[in-house]
């Protein structure tokens, strides 16, 4: 089974910030990745899907790229709203598995 | 607008069966995959169980395989996770969710709903 594996597990960051998570397969996946934000006691959000395609909604802040085995999330200034756990997740086959997710808080 | 509601769950003891359903309104349910999440407390999103639109085919986590079955009644709009042999770590809030978008043999997961509580407990 392909597993999935994100860096960092958590992250501290200023307002106004780049921010960049990272998700790696243990085996190529294309590019049927997606992205999730949860924030504290709250459903799932899908932010983008196809590794690099936005979800009608999502601000343009949030941007992914990869392909094959290792993918990114990108936050290109990040925003007081945007403390969530984020997950990746691959669709590419019968098991669609999840990262084990990074966290993300304001300095 | 899309609506999923999960029901069913409570408190089960170890080696018990406990049966989940997710009402689905708010779009066509025979066109959309479905899926089961779920999240034990404090810890991350596991993906149990998927079923095509069609419930053609259907497919398992790892750690759920030959106890769980994901059904749905696309007559009745309503998806179900059959749970038996359940385990202390079967203990998770249960997300019903649905594809992004219709007719797809595989794809993201686009709606979740708000989740049912299972514990597993003696």
Redesign the interface.
Known sequence: ?IQMTQSPSSLSASVGDRVTITCRASQGISN?L?W?Q?KPGK????LI??ASTL?SGVPSRFSGSGSGTDFTLTISSLQPEDVA?Y?C?K???????????TKVDIK | QVQLVESGGGVVQPGRSLRLSCAASGFTFSSYGMHWVRQAPGKGLEWVAVIWYDGSNKYYADSVKGRFTISRDNSKNTLYLQMNSLRAEDTAVYYCARDSRRLQLTDAVGYWGQGTLVTVSS
């Open positions: 089974d049927y997606a999730y949860q459903v799932p959000k899908l899907y196809a979800q756990t997950y997740q669709y590419n086959s019968a098991l669609h598995t999840f990262g084990p997710g």
